[in-house]
């Protein structure tokens, strides 16, 4: 059993000049069963942050959708 690190606070950015989408957490949190406190997100990456499981889907290119 993989031990979960401590919950802190994540932030999710999106850095325009690349479209690509970072989580930066000040505690480490789990991006594919690995800690870390800094990565660049892909599609499909699955992120842990306390008790919470999030997976990362970017539909940057799909335009914006009206909400159901």
């Given at each position: 059993e993989r031990s979960?690190?401590?919950a802190g606070?994540?932030?999710v950015v999106k850095d325009p000049r690349?479209?690509?989408?970072t989580v930066i957490s000040d505690a480490p949190?789990?991006?594919n069963n690995r800690p870390t406190q800094r990565r660049t997100l892909r599609p499909g990456d699955v992120?842990?942050?306390?008790?919470?499981?999030i997976v990362f889907d970017d539909?940057?290119?799909e335009g914006e959708r009206p909400p159901k």
């Open positions: 979960t690190p401590p606070k994540a932030t690349t479209a690509s989408f949190v789990m991006v992120l842990r942050i306390g008790e919470a499981t539909r940057s290119d």
